[in-house]
């Protein structure tokens, strides 16, 4: 999209069904999907709220609704194979952050292996923007940040064991 907030769901594995929403913005899409990994399916959610800054956007009422909404509908689902990604424009120690997974009751595979720090790339000290959550049922095997390949934001890698 034009405005920068377009997304793309590429995957090695079938995708059995997906959607694209817009729950808060009629130009911030956000993606759900099933993909079938061997005999189980994992449900894929992805989001890319937009940033509470100018001119970007007066408020952060978007960003939360928008976190507020997946959650929500996250919550009402059997609680197995999830992974939640995305630029959320948040931090993970915020108010927002810290309900999302109180709500989904998700992990973040961050804790306790450091903050990965993803914005701004081309800055020497970034804030972790960019999420990955799961649910229990996933082992984090590796997790890094990548070079940098042209995006303001650096690649998060997550290899996780099902």
């Known amino acids: 999209?034009?405005?920068?907030?377009?997304m793309i769901l590429l995957s090695k594995?079938?995708?059995?069904k997906s959607e694209i929403l817009y729950r808060v913005e009629e130009d911030g899409p956000s993606i759900v999907a099933d993909i079938r990994i061997g005999e189980k399916v994992v449900h894929f959610y992805t989001a890319h709220p937009r940033p509470p800054v100018p001119p970007e956007s007066d408020s952060s009422i978007p960003k939360e609704l928008e976190l507020s909404h997946l959650?929500?509908?996250l919550k009402s689902l059997p609680h197995d194979h999830i992974?939640?990604?995305?630029?959320m424009n948040d931090v993970p120690w915020s108010a927002s952050s810290k309900k999302f997974k109180k709500t989904t009751k998700l992990k973040d595979p961050r804790?306790?292996?450091g903050l990965f720090g993803t914005f701004p790339s081309y800055f020497p000290v970034m804030?972790?923007?960019?999420?990955?959550?799961?649910s229990a049922?996933?082992?984090?095997?590796?997790?890094?940040?990548?070079?940098?390949?042209?995006?303001?934001?650096?690649?998060?890698?997550?290899e996780f064991g099902l």
């Open 13 to 16: 594995y079938p995708i059995i």
């Open 71 to 73: 959650a929500n509908s």
């Open 137 to 158: 049922d996933f082992s984090v095997k590796e997790i890094k940040t990548l070079e940098a390949n042209g995006s303001d934001h650096l690649p998060i890698y997550v």
């Open 127 to 134: 804030i972790p923007l960019d999420h990955i959550y799961c």
């Open 1 to 6: 999209m034009d405005n920068t907030y377009g």
């Open 83 to 87: 992974l939640v990604v995305g630029d």
């Open 111 to 113: 804790i306790g292996r």
